[in-house]
């Protein structure tokens, strides 16, 4: 079950600010927002190479991931595959 999402991604990043926008509209999951550029260390040890990324938490075991500007459908694709589960 999805328990809570990390979204990495910076204030300059068009890409980032349309995920934004989008991860604004799920109420039901905690979702926590990092900038890059302040948590340089914290990307570098998730392995962040590109943005924006979102991952996927199951208590504190990352589940899955997803890179770029994704829809709505694409994260509650997610959502639904691992609630299922």
Not at 35 to 62: C, H, M, Q, T
């Amino acid at each position: 079950m999805i328990t809570h999402i990390e979204k990495y991604g910076a204030e300059w990043c068009g890409p980032c600010r349309v995920v934004d926008a989008t991860l604004d509209q799920i109420t039901d999951i905690d979702v926590i927002r990092y900038d890059v550029d302040e948590y340089e260390d914290l990307a570098a040890e998730k392995k962040i190479r590109s943005i924006p990324v979102l991952i996927f938490y199951d208590g504190d075991n990352e589940v899955d991931r997803l890179v770029g500007a994704v829809s709505l459908e694409t994260i509650n694709k997610v959502i639904e595959k691992w609630n299922q589960q």
